[in-house]
Nanobody, 124 residues
């Protein structure tokens, strides 16, 4: 599986960005797709996840109500719509795929495939 993340950039606080994660190499019907982020000097943390077939979504508390994860199975792509961005959202965002099921949606070690990361900078 190859994952290609895109859509990062520089935005002012309160603005919006949409990240995309295009998957190739195999079908992902049974995979959980997740987004993680890593700020300088910090550990990689879970942001959001979606089950590829069922459409269930999960979010870290700090982004609930502001971020929305979705997927387009026909395009083998998932998206992270980020609204009302804050300076603390600044990080490199990574998309990932997990075959371990939704019980482990927030666990970094349960994701086998990772994209290259896309940088999001929110200026205050």
């Amino acid at each position: 599986v190859q994952l290609q993340a895109s859509g990062g950039g520089l935005v002012q606080a309160g603005g919006s960005l949409r990240l995309s994660c295009a998957a190739s190499g195999r079908t992902l019907n049974s995979y959980v797709m997740g987004w993680f982020r890593q700020a300088p000097g910090k550990e990689r943390e879970f942001v959001a996840a979606i089950t590829w077939s069922g459409g269930r979504t999960y979010y870290v508390d700090s982004v609930k109500g502001r971020f929305t994860i979705s997927r387009d199975n026909a395009k083998n792509t998932n998206y992270l719509q980020m609204n009302s961005l804050k300076a603390e959202d600044t990080a490199v965002y990574y998309c990932a795929a997990s075959a371990y099921g939704s019980s482990w949606y927030d666990r970094v070690e349960k994701y086998s495939y990772w994209g290259q990361g896309t940088k999001v900078t929110v200026s205050s």
